[in-house]
């Protein structure tokens, strides 16, 4: 069973049920599971292979989630980057964990710019989540993209979540 499954069987069930909730945010099954396979098929037709990492910076949202779906569901490694850290850090994970694609909230544009500073050449490409920055966002990245699941043979011992440990006795580790 692929980690991906677990959605997809709540999308199966109901897909009218909403998934994701937040104060600014509703998303049924159906929005949620389009719009994840939107992402896989585009992450896909960019030759992005099984075990390609893709980085999530973002506070709490029910869009940053869905991506996280979408990275799952092209067979991709989720590294989870938490928008609390200095923006440093950030940038030496996405350099040390070989990460080729992020996917940010609007909110941290002002740490992606810097990101790419500190990252220089090796930074890795930027879409922004939702609209608002100089970046390409996920609707326009995704625009003509397919909303059906891709076929993809999800390899069950596939590491599927890439996280930095606490870093207490050195430079976090990816676990």
Not at 37 to 47: F, H, K, Q, S, V
Not at 70 to 82: E, I, K, M, Q, Y
Not at 85 to 102: C, G, I, K, Q
Request: aromatic share 8%; net charge negative; proline share 6%.
């Amino acid at each position: 069973m692929a980690v991906i499954d677990f959605f997809d069987r709540g999308w199966s069930m109901d897909p009218t049920k909403v998934a994701f909730l937040s104060a600014d945010e509703s998303w049924t099954y159906e929005e949620a599971g389009r719009l994840s396979c939107r992402i896989a098929n585009t992450l896909l037709a960019e030759g992005h292979a099984a075990g390609t990492t893709t980085a999530v910076l973002a506070p709490n949202s029910p869009k940053a989630w869905i991506c996280v779906l979408g990275v799952w569901r092209s067979g991709g490694t989720w590294v989870p980057l938490n928008h609390s850290n200095p923006v440093a850090e950030n940038a030496d994970l996405l350099d040390r964990f070989d990460v080729d694609l992020v996917l940010y909230h609007p909110s941290l544009a002002g740490d992606v710019e810097q990101i790419k500073q500190f990252s220089g050449a090796r930074a890795p490409r930027m879409i922004a989540i939702g609209d608002g920055t100089s970046d390409l966002d996920v609707d326009r990245w995704t625009a003509q993209a397919s909303t059906t699941v891709p076929v993809v043979e999800h390899d069950p011992e596939a590491v599927v979540m890439l996280a930095p440990t606490g870093g207490t006795t050195g430079k976090p580790k990816g676990v």
